[in-house]
């Protein structure tokens, strides 16, 4: 054989790269076929036999047997095939044994081409059916190298990327340094399988916490879900199928030791833990904590909510940068607005007076309208008919009468708004305020000569100043 001690080579590959030892028999396989064809010929029927206890490999070159030969490389006459078997007869195939070191240093080099070029496509097989199982898991490796702001990480058998969208803010690292990160994808492609890392994904914190509580890792306490601003805000909700296990004191640990350890992991970011309900009112007013709710207005059909907050409480429910109330849309799957009592107490009473505005719309009626979700004309306007009908008690001919009642006053309302603000502008343009300023320069009768300006004339009938008036 041409490759010496070919089963040590298998089983130190097979257990160095992680790859099947079947798949790289056969990867031999396909190599001495290659070479014997280039040595025989194409149309050579070859098989190859390997013997996994000795590692002994016989290679078989089968020939038909015919009357008369058309394609030497694969087929032979009864008489030749009579020095092989003497009981041969047409149409018989022979397996006839060849010595693999005829087929030459140029065919054993092919033949040691496509062994490598086969191997590293196992190799690359392997990596990626090795990886493909731990996605969406976290990860330890050691920073190699960096590419254009992306971390090159060494997995042990391949390498990942961490790119810099994936990167937490403020984060250093240098060469040898351990890193912990979340197998994001595995993509299979043509140089190999490429492993892409996170530490900013939301998936991340939740298996941080799956490591670092036994309550979650044994199914008592569920991650609901997460949502973050990686490196400065992240909100976790949790719920336990034992009542007497408080989901967010389990997440906390003692003394807080369990959420620091995940806090210093994440480098400081604040995790907000928050106790799942399937009351959504609840839930969402835990995800707004640590606000306090004083009402919530639900609309189901849009999968939003208007939040009412005391009025000392709504920077906290918002939150620097609107962070608050935007993690708590993206962990609850809802629309939030936020909104303080007296501004919601003001839309109210402007909702109310823009009902009332309607004719038969007394206070009573006006509240029906607002508790059935039609706040102000423009809500009555787009109405739809039969709705509007079962509430205000009136046939369609009324209800149609409203509604075109309503269009008149926003118009109205349009118009005067139009003309308050012309009416703006024209103060604007000859107000002596707005208006050109008066130079420093202008003479005293020039300056007397502006807009609204009152003069200090003499008399022409004489010259005494005594005569002048205002």
Not at 324 to 332: F, G, P, Q, R, Y
Request: hydrophobic share 35%; glycine share 8%.
């Amino acid at each position: 054989m041409f490759i010496t001690d070919i089963k040590r080579v298998i089983d130190q590959v097979s257990r160095e790269k992680g790859i099947d030892a079947e798949v790289l028999i056969n990867t031999l396989k396909e190599a001495i076929i290659s070479a014997a064809r280039k040595k025989i010929g194409p149309r050579a029927d070859i098989e190859v036999h390997y013997d996994p206890k000795s590692g002994e490999v016989e290679v078989f070159h089968f020939k038909e047997v015919v009357e008369e030969v058309e394609y030497a490389d694969s087929e032979l006459t009864l008489e030749e095939g009579y020095e092989y078997d003497p009981e041969c007869e047409i149409g018989d195939s022979l397996g006839i044994r060849v010595d693999t070191e005829e087929f030459g240093r140029i065919a054993a080099q092919s033949a040691k081409q496509v062994i490598i070029q086969k191997m590293r496509e196992a190799e690359r097989n392997a990596v990626y059916e090795n990886f493909i199982h731990k996605k969406g898991k976290i990860i330890n490796g050691i920073v190699q190298r960096f590419d254009r702001g992306s971390i090159i990480v060494n997995l042990g058998q391949a390498e990942a990327v961490l790119r810099p969208r994936d990167q937490m803010p403020k984060e250093n690292y240098k060469r040898g340094d351990r890193i912990r990160a979340l197998v994001l994808d595995v993509l299979e492609e043509s140089k190999g399988a490429q492993i892409i890392l996170s530490r900013t994904h939301p998936d991340f914190i939740m298996e941080l916490f799956k490591t670092e509580v036994p309550e979650v890792s044994e199914g008592i306490v569920t991650l609901r879900g997460a949502a973050r601003v990686p490196g400065i805000r992240a909100k976790i909700a949790v719920s336990s199928i034992d009542s007497d296990v408080d989901p967010v004191g389990a997440c906390v640990g003692m003394k807080g030791n369990r959420v620091q350890n995940i806090v210093q992991e994440l480098r400081g970011e604040k995790i907000d833990i928050v106790q799942w309900s399937p009351d959504i009112a609840r839930f969402v007013c835990n995800a707004l904590s640590p606000a306090e709710i004083a009402r919530v207005i639900i609309d189901e059909d849009n999968q939003s909510m208007e939040v009412i907050v005391n009025d000392e409480y709504l920077s906290i429910a918002i939150g620097k940068g609107g962070q608050n109330v935007s993690l708590a849309c993206e962990i609850t799957g809802w629309h939030l607005e936020v909104t303080s009592e007296e501004d919601y107490s003001r839309e109210v009473k402007e909702g109310y007076d823009s009902l009332m505005k309607l004719s038969g719309v007394g206070l009573t009626l006006a509240e029906v309208l607002f508790k059935s979700g039609y706040s102000s004309l423009l809500d009555i306007l787009e109405a739809d008919t039969e709705d509007l009908m079962s509430i205000v008690e009136l046939d369609e001919t009324g209800t149609r009468a409203m509604m075109e009642e309503a269009k008149q006053l926003l118009e109205q309302e349009y118009e005067d708004e139009q003309a308050a603000s012309m009416t703006e502008e024209t103060v604007e343009q000859t107000d002596p305020g707005v208006g050109d300023a008066v130079q420093e320069d202008d003479t005293p009768e020039e300056r007397g000569q502006g807009v609204g300006s009152v003069e200090n004339e003499k008399d022409p009938e004489t010259d005494d100043p005594d005569d002048a008036q205002v």
